[in-house]
């Protein structure tokens, strides 16, 4: 059973209890609210606090303190699982444990706030997907098995969970040690009010991005009532910051019409994902931080990709694209990227002086070359397709198997490529040094240069290609219009489509919203790769799997052969061939092959398969939908000199 958003007077009076408990004698009775009235639908609160509040720490240790009860209640709840999964024998006993489970998904979520800001390693094993994960700095040989609710999940409402009894035990009794570690961990944790109102922050943002796409809950599909959840969690938090005045009034609203609109939809391919992101979850953001303000809570003192003083990753100016590198400044000065576009175009960056970085990467095509896969300086076909660089600075590691952590690295990677430029930065440098001209654009770019030191060299010359493609991030799509709340930027059938790829079609479980790429929200720290089983040709029956073994190349890992980089979806419209080969020439084909099962579905077997092998059922008309989305993901506005590309 779903649990109400907390009526405001239920609300005012947590806030209330919480407080009392946190400052003890130090808080007089009238420092909190008077007990609310409620006559029927209808509740009032009687009394806003006095101007003897309790101080920044009390509040903050009270929502401290409503985590580690949360986490408590979660603990409880996992033990009821446990008891249930032991007594699997029959459906009825099955029923029972998915009920228990259901519980303690929510238990879970109530204290997701607290677990994912204070505990995030241990809560990706109580809660991360349900497929083995590589220890890289381990080794190639270190795999650890996947864990937490999500295996639970797979089995327990599997065909026969059963049979599966003996393994579903020890995956209970797994979850079991892992909530008791975050029992301890929280136990010893201090906060403030800075880092709970991010924490809710993050929350909501993360039930945006990864909950409505059913990121953690595949199987059961419960991403809407779970989504209810999660936002109880946060404003259980926040009730020590409560009281009667129009910014909680705004929040509370806010948050009552997001999880009644979560409620409606009678089931999840019925929601729609445009209206409950727009209309609910944006303005619910908008007024978390209108309620910060109020309160003169400031933000933590880190950088991240996300802005701190971003209400929603749905925003203009959300990201920092500077927090994705290595560097503060690499991503600095105008005039840094604009020494990196001439670099861009100058054909001194191969040995031949024959290629430049638009010979591959041509503005005119959205920065690709429109071929199936790239040519190598004999003219001879490479391996892999050439991506677009815009957006390219939005996302952690590069390349398709994600050899390069930063596009500085990426930089040298190509020019001393020998297939590709065959250049040496050396030698680049030495050749630029004798151009005055450069040499003035690199000084302005980059100061004046040391006495020990040369004005041009290799580590500036990537950094200026670096902050040129990092210069070439475009969020301005009429999907973000959309999302910002432009109820007429979207046609019809692209809406039908946004609410096909976060649903029914669950293309934003991958290619997650609103980047459309697959570094993981909210935090943005890690890439995803993932096995699709993408063939050497489009072929729909009989086909045999790409020759390519992606990351398997880096890593020498099992699971990571024939992974790749999950892309960025922006600008596909205008970037086709598709798929790290260019194996198919339309979206139309690319579609298909999601829905089929990918590889699975047309006869690639591959065991480590991560994309779901079940067929979607696709309409015609739902597939010319998600074109029309993947359409309305176009900007490359400012991209090229002399004009837009932007559809």
């Not at 890289?136 to 327990?156: A, H, R, W």
């Not at 961990?185 to 993360?206: I, N, P, W």
Request: hydrophobic letters at 45%; aromatic letters at 6%; one cysteine or more.
């Amino acid at each position: 059973m779903r649990a109400p958003w907390p009526s405001v007077g239920v609300r005012a009076a947590l806030g209330a209890a919480v407080l009392m408990a946190a400052v003890g004698a130090s808080c007089r009775r009238s420092d909190v609210p008077a007990a609310s009235t409620t006559t029927g639908a209808t509740t009032t609160i009687a009394a806003s606090f006095s101007t003897a509040t309790p101080t920044d720490s009390a509040r903050a240790s009270a929502a401290l303190d409503v985590w580690r009860a949360a986490v408590d209640t979660l603990a409880e709840r996992v033990d009821v699982l446990t008891a249930h999964v032991k007594a699997l024998r029959d459906s009825a006993s099955v029923t029972a444990a998915r009920h228990a489970f259901s519980d303690a998904r929510r238990a879970f979520k109530h204290a997701e706030i607290g677990l994912e800001y204070y505990a995030p390693s241990t809560t990706r094993e109580m809660n991360g997907p349900a497929l083995p994960e590589v220890e890289e700095s381990e080794g190639p040989e270190y795999v650890v098995p996947p864990m937490g609710f999500q295996v639970i999940e797979e089995q327990l409402f599997g065909d026969d969970p059963v049979v599966v009894r003996d393994a579903l035990v020890q995956e209970v009794i797994t979850l079991q040690a892992v909530v008791r570690r975050a029992q301890t961990m929280l136990a010893a944790q201090r906060t403030t009010s800075a880092h709970v109102f991010d924490a809710a922050r993050l929350e909501l943002a993360r039930i945006t991005t990864l909950g409505l796409a059913g990121f953690d809950s595949p199987v059961a599909d419960a991403a809407l009532p779970e989504a209810v959840w999660a936002l109880e969690g946060v404003t259980r938090s926040l009730a020590p910051w409560q009281w009667n005045d129009a910014a909680a009034a705004r929040w509370q609203d806010a948050g009552s019409a997001a999880a009644r609109a979560l409620r409606a939809p009678t089931a999840r391919n019925d929601a729609d994902f445009a209206s409950l992101i727009a209309d609910y979850l944006v303005p619910l953001a908008h007024a978390l931080q209108a309620l910060r303000t109020a309160r003169g809570v400031g933000v933590p003192q880190d950088r991240r990709a996300f802005r701190l003083t971003a209400a929603s990753p749905l925003d203009a100016g959300a990201f920092d694209v500077a927090a994705f590198s290595y560097t503060p400044d690499s991503a600095a000065a105008p005039s840094r990227a604009a020494l990196g576009e001439r670099l861009f175009t100058d054909r001194r960056l191969s040995r031949d002086g024959q290629r430049a970085c638009t010979s591959c990467h041509v503005p005119s095509r959205a920065f690709t070359d429109g071929l199936r896969t790239a040519r190598a300086t004999d003219g001879s076909a490479l391996a892999r397709n050439t991506p677009t660089i815009i957006n390219v600075g939005l996302q952690v590691g590069s390349f398709a198997d994600l050899r390069t952590a930063f596009l500085e690295d990426q930089v040298t990677d190509v020019i001393e490529n020998a297939a590709e430029m065959h250049g040496s930065l050396a030698a680049v440098a030495g050749v630029l040094a004798r151009d005055t001209s450069v040499v003035s654009q690199f000084r302005t770019a980059f100061g004046s240069a040391h006495a020990q030191d040369s004005t041009v060299t290799p580590l500036r010359i990537r950094a200026a290609l670096a902050a040129y493609m990092r210069s070439l991030s475009r969020l301005d799509a009429p999907v973000d219009r959309a999302l910002r709340g432009d109820a007429h930027a979207l046609t019809d059938a692209a809406r039908r489509g946004l609410n096909l790829f976060v649903g029914k079609a669950r293309c934003a479980s991958c290619h997650f919203l609103p980047l459309t790429n697959g570094t993981v929200p909210p935090a943005y720290q890690r890439t995803e790769v993932e096995v699709l089983g993408v063939p050497q040709r489009a072929d729909t029956a009989g086909a045999s799997v790409d020759a390519d073994v992606g990351r398997f190349r880096v890593t020498r890992a099992a699971p990571h052969r024939h992974a790749f980089r999950t892309p960025s979806l922006r600008n596909v419209a205008l970037t086709a061939p598709y798929m790290h080969n260019g194996a198919y020439r339309t979206l139309e084909q690319v579609i298909d092959f999601y829905a089929r099962g990918g590889g699975a579905g047309i006869g690639v077997h591959l065991d480590n398969q991560t994309l779901p092998r079940d067929r979607l059922d696709l309409s015609a008309r739902d597939r010319r939908d998600l074109v029309a989305f993947l359409e309305a993901l176009t900007d490359t506005s400012g991209t090229q000199p002399g004009g837009s590309l932007r559809r």
